[in-house]
């Protein structure tokens, strides 16, 4: 059972790699064609791994420490591929992905300080808030051509900034909890 909820947890990983590769290799033709139904399609998938691995690890009493690291991992790597390939593709700005780089990098490192304290490294709520932000605005990026007609790409503009933005906010409680016994020992 562990290992069944590990593989859907990982399974968004090459989920999101083929949404790249399909998107990237194909284009969009924006008239809801087929591509753009399998597009939606490994989207929705993708997204719905990220709910059901941790419903069926507790589900399953398989909830573990590898787990718990394998979930941020795969989410990182899964929606850094399709923002990643949203910007080849000219839906998002490039600043997005390097964005949720920087943020997932700086958010790991703060894991590490705050294990190295023997604090909680769990998903603090900014995570979880940014982690819908970018699963909704990759949909909103992905259907933009459709509503680009009349809105404008200004919509693209915003919609990236919205992300990059709200991505970002997202390291300062981690942050915080990380540096927390620094700023208390200096006080002392």
Known sequence: MFLLVQAVTLVRI??????AAILIGRGLQFAFSPTLCLLI???VIAELTDFFDGWLARRLDVVSETGAMLDPFSDSISRLIVYWAFSIAGLILP???LGMAIRDITVAYCRIMLAQKGRSVAAQWSGKVKAWVQGIGAF???LGPVYWETTGKGAMIALSWIVFLLTMASIGPYARSAMGGEAR????
């Open 95 to 97: 600043i997005v992905p």
């Open 185 to 188: 020992n200096l006080e002392l």
């Open 140 to 142: 909103a990026a992905l």
């Open 41 to 43: 399609g490994l989207l």
């Open 14 to 19: 090459p989920l999101c790699i083929a949404f």
